[in-house]
């Protein structure tokens, strides 16, 4: 007998979220692996009232040279209702955004890798873009991360340049992808997965 076909969508955090919000943390750090995409959330486990007080600042704030507005999404699975992975928007473009970290940070939870989770939460992340109204976004990972660069390069990201990040002691690449064009072009892909 078949298994029922998984469907995600990205949710916005709510109180409702809490148990299983600090659950996706707790496995990052049982597991000893970085955490992107959470808008900080793993500094807040003890007050994920005021993280969910800080989303909503992030979400209301005005672009500037320095900062720009994000909007922070749980990925859930609908047929189990589990946090499967997070995505962070950064949803204006500044010179910081393009030189530093790009528009979007992404992550899978570690029991969940591997299985293609992380290109729909990519996929997904991009249809938010275009509400947002943003034509290009740029997406960095360490050159280390394998996984990452063939996730964004899945979705039409281009790869754009590297540079070396002091503050990661890393170096980091920087890949741009066309929203409108990787979302028509990757919709017959991903569509059967959103619910």
Sequence with gaps: ????????????????YKRKAIKYIKEHNRHKSEI???????????????????????RKKEATAT??????FFLVRLNDDK??????IRTKTNEKVK????????????????KGYNKIN????LVECQKFGLK?????????????????IALGA?????????????????????????VEAYKSTYEKYIG
């Design 122 to 125: 990519l996929y997904l992340a």
């Design 136 to 152: 290009q976004v740029i997406i960095s990972c360490k050159k280390e991360n394998v996984a990452s660069a063939k996730t964004m």
């Design 83 to 88: 946090i499967i992975g997070m995505v962070n």
């Design 1 to 16: 007998m078949k298994e029922k076909e998984e469907k995600f969508k990205l949710v916005i955090p709510t109180e409702k």
């Design 158 to 182: 281009k790869y754009d340049r590297e540079v070396f990040n002091s503050s990661q002691n890393a170096i980091v690449e920087f890949y741009r992808i066309d929203v409108d064009y990787a």
């Design 36 to 58: 992107n995409g959470s808008g900080f959330l793993y500094m807040y486990l003890k007050d994920y009232k005021g993280w969910l007080q800080r989303l909503d600042t992030e």
């Design 67 to 72: 900062e720009v507005p994000t909007e922070t």
């Design 99 to 114: 030189n530093s970290f790009g528009n979007i940070g992404y992550g899978i939870r570690p029991k969940e890798r591997e």
